[in-house]
Structure formats: structure tokens, C-alpha cells
């Protein structure tokens, strides 16, 4: 079923979206940037809210999967998740290796749905403690720009 019949769909159920996130928890696991950007519809955003928002659902695969190159494990353990007028709210640890080095960052992320897929995903954390956590000196979101 394409991204359009999808969206044109009944509306999604909450029981729907808390599958639909918690799916997006399992790929980002199993580092399966393909199943994670699948999730996505087509013009979705993934946007870390200190920096400029990733658009559209190759960008978007681009980014984790380059990301990805140098974790070697990712575990969003999440402790609160709910649906509140139709956006879910995730509050979650972030846990990670990423090269070689061993880091964890408490986040909140906000999903926004259109039909049976993620439109928006917004990320909200400490910028510079993720960066520490992951050994970085320079920020990558910044160093093309």
C-alpha cells in the first residue's frame, strides 16, 4: 500500500501509534535504519530540536544510517509513553556504544502521525551532553554548514 492510500486511511487509532512508535524503538535496536526510515512518511521530518530539522524520508535515512556507522549497539529504554490528542510523547534514556565509546542521555521525543505513518519526530535533549556522551569534539550536525 503506498504512503497516499495509507494517509488517506481512518484515522489512526492510539492503540495504532503506541505500536507504530514502539516499532520505530525495536528497529533503531536492531539498527535497521530501512525498517526506521520506512516508518516515515515520505516528506517526514526527524528534527533534534537544536539543530536543523532532517526532511523527507531518504534524508532522514541518510542521517541514522551515518550515524549508525559507528555505534555498535543503541537501546532507547523508555520509561513513560503515552498519546495525548493524538501525538505520542516518549520519555526514555537514550543508551549506546558508539565508537567504542559508552554513553547514555535521558530524552523526551514527540511523534506526529498521518495515517499509518510518522510525519514529525521531534527529539528534545541536553545537545552538548549527547555529544560528550558520544566522545565527539565537534558537533557533525555543524560542520557542514
Sequence with gaps: MT???L???APVSDARKIDIATQMIAAWKAMDWDAAAALFT???VLHSMMVDPIEG???????????GELATEIVLDV???????GIVYMERVDRFVYNG?????PVTG???FEGDRIKVWR???DRNQLLGEMGVATDFDHETR
Design 57 to 67: 524520508r531518504d534524508a532522514i535515512h541518510k542521517r541514522i544510517s551515518g550515524l
Design 110 to 112: 514527540v511523534f506526529e
Design 123 to 125: 527529539e528534545y535533549y
Design 101 to 105: 565509546k559508552t554513553g547514555a542521555v
Design 79 to 85: 520509561s513513560n509513553m503515552g498519546v495525548i490528542n
Design 42 to 44: 515520505e516528506d517526514g
Design 7 to 9: 494517509s488517506a486511511a
Design 3 to 5: 504512503d497516499t492510500a
